[in-house]
């Protein structure tokens, strides 16, 4: 393994500076759960690493009213033992839950899990679904941006040199919103998804979707929205019938491909399946049945 320096801020500014001094050879890392595996197996070797663990202005969950924000370096367990982020968000809740081991949950971050912009990446799913932002720290400055903007490729993202991912912010959905998140694994323990699906619904007026969207992993390059099969939904009442329609598209547009884990028929079966169930899991059918 290659030999780094290892430095260890204690504010956000002191963080951005190191990253300033060091140059493009420094690496700044949160759990470092995925890049340690990288630099053991020689994919990566940084000349510093600029630890972020430290950092108190990135960690820890901000509720109001109206929205969430996520500290960068908040653990995924932090999001799974959080009751009130089980009710208000019950699909990122899932996600979080599922990501590797606790103890990986313990260490590993939404932050990191984000920057690693791994196409199978749990938590990107659902933050895509809750139409989350990305705030973003650098030596320029502060900007935000769509999370759907944020990835441009596998394990790249619109980082540039010595900027930080320091905030990750979900308005809460208003109205009526059913959403769960659905992964796909091949045995029951500690495993990459074979396929990540999310999905939520908003009823506005008279049962009608008002907001729609559906989100997948490893469906493609990066985690993605589909945003035709979205629109498939919204304006029109919740029924099966309409969510095996957006199903369908949804399944046909994917760019899914075979692979050791798993072939691309089966993906795109899954995608079928998956939406209508998760809807149903969530509750949004019974008001069929009940007339509400």
């Not at 260890?8 to 700044?28: I, T």
């Not at 199978?120 to 320029?140: F, H, K, M, R, T």
């Not at 999370?147 to 979900?170: I, K």
């Amino acid at each position: 393994m290659a030999r780094f320096a290892y430095h260890r801020p204690s504010s956000l500014g002191e963080a951005l500076a190191m990253l300033a001094d060091l140059g493009p050879g420094a690496m700044a890392v949160a759990g470092a759960t995925d890049v340690w595996v990288s630099l053991r197996a020689g994919k990566v070797a940084p000349a510093a690493l600029v630890s972020l663990r430290n950092v108190p202005d990135l960690q820890g969950l901000r509720k109001s009213g109206r929205s969430l924000a996520i500290g960068a370096c908040t653990p995924h367990a932090r999001i799974e033992d959080d009751p009130w982020v089980a009710e208000r968000l019950p699909a990122l809740h899932q996600a979080c839950s599922q990501v590797g081991s606790r103890q990986v949950r313990n260490v590993g971050t939404v932050g990191g899990n984000l920057c690693n912009a791994a196409p199978s990446a749990d938590s990107a799913v659902p933050l895509l679904l809750y139409d989350a932002e990305c705030w973003i720290e650098g030596p320029e400055g502060h900007r935000n941006l769509p999370l759907a903007d944020f990835f441009t490729g596998p394990g790249t993202t619109v980082l540039e040199p010595g900027e930080v991912l320091s905030e990750v912010r979900v308005p809460l959905p208003e109205g009526r919103t059913f959403s769960g998140y659905h992964k796909v694994t091949r045995r029951k323990a500690m495993e990459l998804p074979l396929l990540g699906v999310g999905v939520r619904v908003s009823l506005g007026d008279e049962g009608r979707v008002a907001v729609a969207r559906i989100a997948l992993g490893v469906a493609g390059p990066t985690p993605l929205r589909v945003r035709e099969a979205e629109e498939l939904l919204e304006g029109r009442p919740l029924t099966p019938e309409s969510a095996r329609e957006a199903a369908e598209a949804a399944a046909r547009l994917a760019r899914v491909r075979d692979s050791w884990r798993g072939r691309a028929w089966y993906r795109r079966e899954l995608i079928r399946v998956l939406i209508p169930r998760i809807l149903e899991d969530a509750g949004a059918f019974q008001r069929l049945e009940t007339g509400n």
